[in-house]
């Protein structure tokens, strides 16, 4: 027991070396406050058990434990706040003075370990000889005690009358302890005897200044701001500690019965132990009962009576993933559930113009009655210029009260104690309904921040999902309408096809050679209309190439000879040097042909001239250029503008047809460019690949 109580001991003038960090008296002044929580018991102890049996061991650790209680003792009394004359004019100088005491105590304990100091015990009585060490350090007590009394004194004379009712019970703590140690001290420097009497007067003095002080400080929460323990640490020492108190009971039970030779009945000692420990099984498998003890601890110990960073980052957490309005009324359900100390939860999601609509499986009648809240309601009327309704308020504006009365049957059905709105940006995207707390506590500043915090968190997610969504249907609705212009174009070709061979019918139907040309543009038509449903997959993902090995010279040859054939008023002239063989779809290229030749018609006027050059370019590419006598190509338009989808710069263009053959250029992993010829006219210049595509299929 005795190197027990000297470890204690040591630890405890270890811990004031912490006061060093802090230069905020009020801060030193709360640890030094818990430190005493736990000397005094200890102390308390000690004097009643060595009073119980005097025994010569025992006395070293008893005033090795008076000096630290002491030391400590002056320490507080230095740090008491609201005190105008410090002890030491500069913090720097007490540091060093705690520091210096602090070693020199431990030296002294050291010392007294290896060498005890003087005493006799006669008669159940302590004999100190005069000026002794024992001595000494009865007089250190005694000038820690009057120190104390001195600060307490004029602490209680500064403080302001308002404020004296929070410190009462504290001041007559410290002036009982600091009385009855000076008692106590001052006996026994005057007649130098310690009788057992005195220490068991002493531990009942003790334990009621330390039942005192406790009750002061967790009733009027002095350590508000002063305890910067994190609450995951204190809820996850809380069933150790409870465990370790109730075998600490245990141990001084035993103690007291053989101190005064009392005797337990077998069966009702072992009977409780085990209650004992299915009491402490209960408070760790119940999560209501742990629920309560959290709840205390955070209203009772801290200034807030959340963690909101770490309410925040758990949200976050549960948040991530959520893509639907479901998921993220889950998480909000999740967070609200383990934070708020509440069963009964009610979330409606809607707008300010459709209303709201109570979301999750509602089997009650009372949530269907109440399942929909309109958007012209008194309640969504009022929650535009409140953060929240309080169903339990006592004291309420006009507003509120009336309010509480037209909904009266709303709030007492669906059990609701509060009424917050999810809002953002000014707009309410939802209401959060939450019932009484199961703790018996009330809805408080801590609860309406943090659901503000929590809302607004919320109130993002939900719109953000909205957005997507919304987002997600303008591009399906922009899809089909992408779809249905990209095929109208085709359509359209294939009518201007027909429509120029209407027109020049009169005046050559009697050619046999146009009646076959007509016919051939007739079936043209025809097949092209047919293959537009094959080709719808071109607005759906990538383009296939069906690949063959072509002269890509003749292709362009007798492509612009059909469309010759079919356009009187154009003049194509192909330029090509020689043979050049390629892997490509001669198809693709016979659309992005007439895409171009349709283009520069509609572009110019009767007459137009088309002149395609074919050249062989380093490597395995070759250019094709595409240049009209036309108008030329606005130069807001350029360099790429005009093959974005629906642009045009043609007074009946529809925008389609050079996009379609930029995606056809590309699927044939090619590049095609835009430019304005000097003088008058546009290029167009193709780059191709003369064996890669993107797919190679067929020969």
Not at 6 to 32: E, H
Not at 72 to 85: Q, S
Not at 200 to 206: E, Q
Not at 675 to 680: D, S
């Amino acid at each position: 027991m005795t190197f027990l109580i000297y470890a204690f001991n040591y630890t405890f003038l270890l811990s004031c070396l912490l006061d060093v960090r802090f230069k905020d008296a009020d801060r030193r002044f709360s640890f030094g406050l818990v430190r005493i929580f736990f000397l005094i018991p200890l102390l308390t102890f000690e004097y009643f058990y060595f009073g119980v049996h005097m025994q010569s061991h025992l006395v070293v650790p008893l005033f090795f434990s008076e000096i630290v209680f002491g030391l400590t003792w002056i320490g507080l009394a230095y740090n008491l706040p609201n005190v105008v004359e410090p002890l030491f004019k500069k913090a720097t100088l007490y540091f060093l003075t705690l520091i210096v005491a602090i070693i020199s105590v431990s030296c002294i304990g050291t010392y007294w370990l290896h060498s005890r100091p003087a005493y006799k015990i006669v008669d159940y009585n302590l004999i100190l000889p005069y000026h002794g060490q024992l001595y000494f350090s009865s007089l250190f007590v005694l000038i820690a005690v009057l120190v104390m009394a001195w600060r307490v004194e004029a602490f209680w004379r500064m403080l302001p009358l308002k404020d004296r009712w929070l410190y009462k019970y504290l001041v007559i703590g410290f002036l009982l302890i600091s009385g009855s140690l000076g008692w106590s001290t001052s006996f026994r420097i005057a007649y130098l005897d310690l009788t057992g009497d005195h220490l068991l007067l002493m531990s009942i003095f003790l334990l009621t200044a330390w039942l005192l002080i406790a009750y002061a400080v967790i009733r009027n929460r002095l350590l508000n701001r002063k305890i910067f323990v994190s609450r995951k640490v204190v809820y996850s020492t809380i069933a150790p500690i409870t465990f370790a108190c109730y075998l600490i009971t245990l141990g001084i039970i035993s103690l007291m019965m053989r101190s005064f030779g009392w005797s337990l009945h077998f069966i009702l000692q072992w009977l409780l132990i085990i209650a004992g420990l299915l009491l402490i099984a209960v408070f760790a498998l119940s999560s209501r009962v742990r629920a309560h003890v959290k709840y205390f601890i955070s209203t009772h110990f801290y200034v807030n009576k959340y963690e909101y960073r770490d309410e925040w980052l758990a949200f976050s957490n549960l948040l991530q993933g959520k893509l639907t309005e479901t998921g993220v009324v889950d998480a909000l359900r999740q967070i609200l559930h383990d934070s708020l100390y509440t069963d009964t939860i009610k979330i409606w999601l809607g707008d300010a113009k459709a209303g709201f609509r109570l979301t999750g499986a509602q089997d009650g009648q009372e949530d269907a009655a109440f399942s929909k809240i309109l958007a012209n309601d008194p309640l969504i009327a009022y929650l535009k210029n409140t953060p929240y309704l309080d169903c339990k308020a006592h004291i309420a504006d006009s507003a509120c009260q009336h309010i509480l009365s037209e909904k009266n049957d709303f709030f007492s059905d669906l059990g609701l104690a509060l009424i917050v709105p999810l809002t953002i940006g000014g707009q309410c995207v939802g209401l959060i309904g939450l019932g009484p707390e199961y703790t018996g506590g009330k809805y408080g500043p801590d609860d309406f921040d943090l659901l503000a915090a929590l809302g607004s968190q919320a109130a993002s997610a939900l719109f953000a999902v909205r957005t997507a969504e919304e987002l997600a249907h303008v591009r399906e609705q922009s899809a089909w309408e992408t779809l249905s212009a990209f095929v109208l174009h085709d359509i359209k070709n294939a009518a201007t096809m027909l429509s120029l061979v209407k027109e020049n019918a009169p005046r050559h139907i009697h050619n046999p050679e146009f009646q076959k040309d007509m016919l051939v543009s007739v079936d043209d038509a025809l097949k092209r209309m047919a293959k537009v449903q094959a080709r719808l997959n071109t607005l759906k993902g990538e383009i296939a190439p069906v690949v063959k090995e072509l002269d890509i010279c003749r292709l362009l040859r007798n492509c612009s000879q059909n469309l010759a054939k079919k356009l009187p008023d154009l003049t194509i002239d192909v330029q090509c040097q020689h043979e050049i063989q390629i892997h490509t779809d001669p198809e693709f290229i016979a659309i992005i042909l007439e895409n171009l030749v349709l283009n520069s018609l509609e572009a110019g006027s009767s007459g137009t001239r088309l002149q395609i050059k074919i050249e062989e370019m380093q490597g395995q590419d070759f250019l094709v250029q595409f240049i009209d006598n036309g108008p030329g190509i606005p130069l807001d338009m350029l360099p790429d503008r005009l093959f974005e989808p629906f642009i045009t710069g043609k007074p009946k263009g529809s925008g389609i047809g050079l996009w379609q053959v930029k995606r056809l250029v590309e699927s044939l992993c090619g590049k095609i460019e835009a430019q304005n010829v000097e003088g008058r006219g546009a290029r167009f210049l193709l780059r191709l690949p003369a064996g890669r595509t993107k797919s190679n299929t067929g020969n």
